[in-house]
């Protein structure tokens, strides 16, 4: 990685840190650089630079409507920024396309839940590792040798991650007929399928119950703690947030008006104000 | 008495034959409309180029010869070879897969997000355009399609079911390669789709647009992979009924047939679209057997629309189809 990428008013030094719980972070992954996203005329977002390291959980918090969900988007190639620069493992990030950016190790839930609906848990995990099989149409049509090999070998990483998620009970469900709460966890666990470098979780905790959100905050943890995945998560719970993360990005108004850690976020006066709902001028 | 109870089993036979047919053109409409919601008007007129291509394969025909001949004064005909059916097929499936590069590359991806109705006007306008030009490639007259299939009444089963009933059935050979084809197809179409990881990119798409881009899957690419199983399916419905009754103009006609069955069976299920040609098949052989006679015949011509009609006020969904339910 070229280090000179790294900013020089990042307050963490180039090779990482450590948290407070022993962890080690590693150098950054994903950069965001100055990043403008209008529509039409409105500002979704305004001139945000922040970068995401290796191994670490990073929040973007913000009130509703402060351009959250688009910088998720953004990162995921769902939408493209008319100014600013994406920064990935080292490189910069030419335009590109959803599916091109999935297979580049960024993988991604959504804050309405996009799931096939028609099919099943086990066939809804197995779609996430698509980018991960390797054999050709031919031998697909035809079933040649490595395609059933491969077959076999994906369904036993599903399997795991199944068990992780503790879903065994509903692998052969149509996910149209799961209640809310674990179509979240599918979704889930369709994205860990594809081993991501980044996995992107857009409000996981939306809609849940307290239950339910210790659930998934647990879940996020050791999926963190386990597999080592770098996390970059949107809530606008910030009490959930706060316990999560390591670092948080602060978005008001499609503004970054606070970076750091959880202790930092919390008392800066602009987060308060942003949250207690200080009139703008 | 009996006679007549073997004659009316043999006309359902016969048409269950038949319906065999319209499943298979129903077919590559379901495949095209399942996964992407376009209703491909031009499927039948699909069928009717992957018959001529293959015939003109086949007989080493010079495409394009008669505008050829006539804009530079040459007399080219043929390149006088005889493909055996087998790699003419071959090649003709090769060229369907081109034909859905192509209409992926200059219809479908400048029309990306546009409503149902646009894109069903685009599928008109490329069954028109495909009309014409297998005409000015391969010449409009009939041409004679003959890849080897077995046709004409298995004198085998005549003998036999004589012998058993005292009564011998006249059935169609080539009807019942058919019956045989249109079975594997349906087979493999299904294990295609259920167990390989296109087949599972395929309903991913067919599901959500957005969920599919997130996990990798890139659309353009499905387009062409399920437009090229459309003319696959395309072509061979039409070598079946390319063999039976020659390939020319009325082979796209064979799409409308295809309609009712899809009102049947329902517009998103393969399994529809089989029994849905089946129940169409048989129904108006037996109709015009045992009703024909009291209201002047020729219901052949209408039962099928009218039966569809009724489908249409009780069950819109078909008999397989997936309820569609508007949230408002």
Avoid at chain 1, 169 to 183: A, D, E, F, M, N
Avoid at chain 2, 269 to 283: D, N, R, T
Wanted: charged share 20%.
């Amino acid at each position: 990685m070229n280090l000179q990428d790294t900013p020089q008013d990042n307050p963490m030094t180039a090779e990482g840190y450590t948290t407070p719980d022993g962890r080690k972070i590693g150098g950054v992954l994903m950069e965001m650089r100055n990043i403008t996203l209008r529509f039409g005329g409105v500002k979704a977002i305004t001139d945000i630079s922040f970068d995401i390291r290796e191994g670490e959980i990073r929040a973007i918090i913000g009130p509703n409507g402060a351009g959250k969900s688009s910088m998720l988007n953004v990162i995921s190639g769902f939408y493209v920024p008319q100014e600013g620069e994406v920064w990935f493992r080292g490189r910069k990030r030419p335009p590109m396309k959803p599916y091109q950016v999935a297979r580049q190790g960024i993988a991604r839930t959504f804050q309405n839940i996009a799931l096939f609906e028609g099919m099943s848990v086990l066939d809804n995990i197995m779609t996430g590792r698509l980018t991960l099989m390797k054999s050709g149409i031919l031998q697909q049509a035809m079933w040649w040798g490595r395609a059933e090999r491969e077959e076999t070998e994906h369904r036993e990483k599903v399997e795991k991650i199944i068990d992780f998620l503790e879903i065994q009970h509903i692998r052969k469900t149509p996910v149209g007929r799961l209640p809310y709460g674990l179509k979240k966890r599918v979704e889930l666990a369709r994205a860990l399928a594809a081993e991501p470098r980044l996995l992107l979780l857009d409000e996981p905790m939306a809609g849940m119950n307290v239950e339910e959100k210790e659930d998934m905050s647990r879940f996020i943890l050791d999926v963190n703690d386990e597999f080592g995945t770098t996390i970059a998560l949107i809530e606008h719970d910030m009490g959930v947030v706060m316990d999560l993360s390591d670092r948080v990005v602060v978005m008001d108004y499609g503004k970054k008006i606070g970076d750091g850690t959880p202790d930092e976020v919390r008392n800066n006066q602009a987060v308060i104000d942003a949250y207690l709902g200080v009139a703008h001028d | 008495m009996p006679d007549t109870f073997f004659y009316a089993l043999e006309v359902s036979l016969n048409g269950l034959m038949a319906g065999v047919m319209y499943s298979l053109v129903a077919l590559g409409f379901v495949l095209i409309f399942k996964a992407s919601g376009i209703f491909n008007y031009a499927q039948g007129v699909l069928a009717l180029f992957a018959a001529l291509t293959l015939v003109g394969l086949q007989n080493g025909q010079v495409p394009f010869a008669h505008l050829i001949n006539a804009v530079f004064g040459t007399s080219i005909h043929g390149f006088g070879w005889q493909l055996p059916g087998i790699i003419a097929i071959l090649l003709t499936a090769l060229v369907m897969v081109g034909l859905a590069i192509l209409i992926e590359r200059y219809i479908l991806k400048h029309l990306v997000n546009q409503e149902p109705i646009i894109l069903f006007m685009a599928t008109i306008g490329l069954a028109y355009f495909l009309e014409g030009l297998g005409d000015v490639m391969w010449g409009a007259d009939i041409k004679k399609l003959d890849v080897g299939l077995p046709q004409g009444i298995s004198d085998a089963i005549e003998s036999t079911t004589y012998e058993w009933f005292g009564y011998g059935f006249f059935i169609d050979r080539l009807d019942m390669v058919a019956a045989v084809v249109a079975a594997l197809l349906v087979a493999s179409l299904t294990l295609f789709s259920q167990y390989t990881k296109y087949g599972r990119a395929l309903r991913a798409v067919a599901d959500d647009h957005q969920a599919a881009l997130s996990v990798g899957i890139s659309l353009r690419f499905i387009w062409v992979l399920v437009w090229s199983i459309a003319g696959f399916v395309a072509l061979v419905a039409g070598i079946m009924w390319g063999s039976k009754s020659g390939v020319q103009f009325s082979l796209s006609l064979i799409a409308l047939k295809a309609l009712p069955v899809l009102m049947l069976g329902g517009f998103t299920s393969i399994p529809g679209a089989i029994v849905g040609g089946l129940i169409i098949g048989m129904g108006e052989k037996l109709f015009e057997f045992f009703i024909g006679p009291l209201v002047g015949g020729a219901t052949e011509n209408w039962f099928a629309y009218v039966l569809a009609l009724l489908f249409l006020v009780f069950r819109p969904q078909g008999l397989f189809g997936e309820k569609i339910i508007e949230r408002v």
